[in-house]
């Protein structure tokens, strides 16, 4: 299984990005956003799981949304209202149904500036 990230770039605050994600096979529980910021622990932005619970960070609450499209085994991540803090690596994973194996895509970079 391959994970393919893609949408990153460079904003300026109050801006927006989508970030796609797609798997290259495999059937999954949850796929769903992390983000690294330098010098900092990569954390969770949102999940969505098979059911279509969803998961979001706090910090990313009412400004971010994320989707899933089952048929593309792809997730989705529409990033509105950028601040300078959401300037991280974006990486997507996906967590498959039978074995609760982790995936992690490649990292896609979103720098905000002021």
């Known amino acids: 299984v391959q994970l393919q990230a893609s949408g990153g770039g460079s904003v300026q605050a109050g801006g927006s990005l989508e970030l796609s994600c797609t798997a290259s096979s495999g059937l999954f529980s949850m796929m769903g956003w992390y983000r690294q910021a330098p010098g900092k622990q990569r954390e969770m932005v949102a999940t969505i799981e098979s059911d279509s619970t969803i998961n979001y960070a706090d910090s990313v609450k009412g400004r971010f949304s994320i989707s899933r499209d089952y048929a593309k085994k792809s997730v989705y991540l529409q990033m509105n209202s950028l601040n300078i803090e959401d300037t991280a690596v974006y990486y997507c994973?996906?967590?498959?149904?039978?074995?609760?194996?982790?995936?992690w895509g490649q990292g896609t970079l979103v720098t905000v500036s002021s």
């Open positions: 994973k996906a967590v498959t149904i039978m074995s609760r194996r982790e995936y």
